[in-house]
């Protein structure tokens, strides 16, 4: 066993902003040491340099592009000196929200590249790692609006597409210890909402049975558990964290 074996690493992809911050943070708190990769490197660098202060080694920022194999080939060799993956959150994300007939095939292209492709790429790009080291745990993203939503054609094909791919890579790599399962937030108070107006925010307020939003937090603790050993017979799931949607 080399020496980075023992020291089990989990990437956060979209860690600079928004949900993947959050749950970059709570597995730092629960004595993870974690691998902060997002597009905006400043951000990471910034989380990360906080981390560290924290506890020294604990966090290694990476300027990454979900979309592209080359940059998923660069992460894993540099992350190999960091530690063994053990976890895996594929968390990044965009919108490019138009109504169908309006939105054109590059914001299209653009979302389902970012969410189901960086998704799929994460998962055969960390895989190998994770069999060579015994086993670990992929949590995807997918959100509720993979029932549909309007404006959202491209997102919520990706979002759907993701709880299938969550299914399919568990059934593959089961016998290996590796569980994959996806998390679906609801409404989330984070920069992707920002430009979300008043009365669609009113809309959601009275779907939600727990009457507001979610907080970045709260998503994070139910990946954190299903990265955890305390879901070590949860694979292939699919965790609606959403305070009651009820339009769902
Ligand atoms: P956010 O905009 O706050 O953060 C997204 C992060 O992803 C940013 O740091 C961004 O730089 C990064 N990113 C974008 N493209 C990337 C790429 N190609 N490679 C690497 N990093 C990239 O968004 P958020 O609200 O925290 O969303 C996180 C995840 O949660 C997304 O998958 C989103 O679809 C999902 N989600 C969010 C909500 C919500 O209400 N906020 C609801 C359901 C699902």
Redesign the pocket.
């Known amino acids: 066993m080399t020496s980075s074996q023992n020291n089990p690493v989990y990437i956060v992809?979209?860690?600079?902003?928004?949900?993947?911050?959050?749950t970059a943070q709570r597995l730092h708190t629960d004595g993870r040491r974690v691998v902060l990769?997002?597009?905006?490197h400043a951000?990471v660098k910034t989380l990360a340099a906080e981390l560290n202060d924290m506890r020294d080694g604990s966090a290694y920022p990476v300027e990454?592009?979900?979309?592209?194999a080359d940059?998923w080939a660069a992460l894993c060799e540099q992350v190999s000196s960091f530690g063994t993956i053990h976890g895996l959150v594929?968390?990044?994300?965009?919108?490019r929200d138009k109504s169908m007939l309006s939105m054109t095939e590059a914001q299209f292209d653009a979302v389902v590249?970012?969410?189901l492709r960086?998704a799929w790429l994460g998962c055969k790009s960390v895989i190998p790692t994770m069999r060579a080291g015994g086993g670990g745990a992929i949590v995807n993203?997918?959100?509720?609006?993979r029932h549909g939503a309007f404006g959202q054609t491209n997102?919520s094909a990706a979002?759907a597409g993701i709880v299938g791919l969550t299914k399919a890579v568990a059934a593959e790599q089961a016998k290996y210890g590796i569980r994959c399962n996806a998390v679906?937030?609801?409404?989330?108070?984070?920069?992707?909402?920002g430009d979300v107006p008043d009365r669609v925010r009113q809309q959601w307020m009275e779907s939600i049975a727990l009457g507001r939003?979610?907080e970045?937090a709260e998503?994070a603790s139910a990946i954190a558990f299903l990265l955890s050993d305390a879901a070590s017979y949860i694979t292939a799931a699919l965790l609606d964290v959403n305070g009651g949607e009820q339009h769902l």
């Open positions: 992809t979209g860690a600079g902003s928004g949900i993947g911050r959050a990769a997002d597009t905006d951000s990454h592009d979900v979309t592209l940059s594929n968390n990044a994300g965009i919108t590249d970012v969410h960086g993203i997918s959100s509720s609006n997102y979002k679906a937030p609801g409404a989330i108070n984070t920069p992707m909402i939003l979610g970045p998503i």
